[in-house]
Antibody
Framework: EVQLVESGGGLIQPGGSLRLSCAAS????????MSWVRQAPGKGLEWVSV???????YYADSVKGRFTISRDNSKNTLYLQMNSLRAEDTAVYYC?????????????WGQGTLVTVSS | SYVLTQPPSVSVAPGKTARITCGGN??????VHWYQQKPGQAPVLVIY???DRPSGIPERFSGSNSGNTATLTISRVEAGDEADYYC???????????FGGGTKLTVL
């Protein structure tokens, strides 16, 4: 059974940094395409970032230059390093595994971790 | 960037058919995926590649995609179908995911 478990969320001041983790079981992070998707309170889903199995990474314009997606193959864990956080980054952050051939969809989701950016 | 447009809300009586649309420029040339999200829960894939259903998703859920509109159809709607529904495509030209704004389905 595939399980994705996020952690690392919490309350952080504007301008601060936070690293989210997504531990996978029954699923090999390095062999799959992995993404972060976020959802602000009461709002819709917003794609944040993707890391392909080959290591290429891409970001939404709203986080480019501030967030970094990475993975640790030995720990089978996905990360999202978030710097220069803003109030508008407040959201539940989900990690998700992508599937498909070029027209990818999100097949597996974690339960999410809440990030609150506030002074 | 590619934009997907969904109606904010759809209401339907139990046992009737709900149709949730997702509009996008020539969306028929893309593959559209649909997710169901209930309050406090992670999204769940209900339709992929326009009309395929993952295992465990009832046959009452179906999808279609043509021209500038993709549609998620839920037949014989039940109270348990009340949720937010999101359409999604992958923009291969820019390597990014795109979600519609979401539609709240209310079962009357």
């Amino acid at each position: 059974e595939v399980q994705l478990v996020e952690s690392g969320g919490g309350l952080i001041q504007p301008g601060g940094s936070l690293r989210l983790s997504c531990a996978a079981s029954g699923f090999t992070v390095s062999s799959n395409y992995m993404s972060w998707v976020r959802q602000a309170p009461g709002k819709g889903l917003e794609w944040v970032s993707v890391i392909y199995s080959g290591g290429s990474t891409y970001y939404a314009d709203s986080v480019k230059g501030r967030f970094t997606i990475s993975r640790d193959n030995s720990k089978n864990t996905l990360y999202l390093q978030m710097n220069s956080l803003r109030a508008e980054d407040t959201a539940v952050y989900y990690c998700a595994g992508l599937w498909g051939t070029s027209d990818y969809y999100f097949d597996y989701w974690g339960q999410g971790t809440l990030v609150t950016v506030s002074s | 960037s590619y934009v997907l447009t969904q109606p904010p809300s759809v209401s339907v009586a139990p046992g009737k058919t709900a149709r949730i649309t997702c509009g996008g420029n020539n969306i028929g040339s893309k593959s559209v995926h649909w997710y169901q999200q209930k309050p406090g829960q992670a999204p769940v894939l209900v339709i992929y590649y326009d009309s395929d259903r993952p295992s465990g998703i009832p046959e009452r859920f179906s999808g279609s995609n043509s021209g500038n509109t993709a549609t998620l159809t839920i037949s014989r709607v039940e109270a348990g179908d009340e949720a937010d529904y999101y359409c999604q495509v992958w923009d291969s030209s820019s390597d990014r995911g795109v979600f519609g704004g979401g539609t709240k389905l209310t079962v009357l």
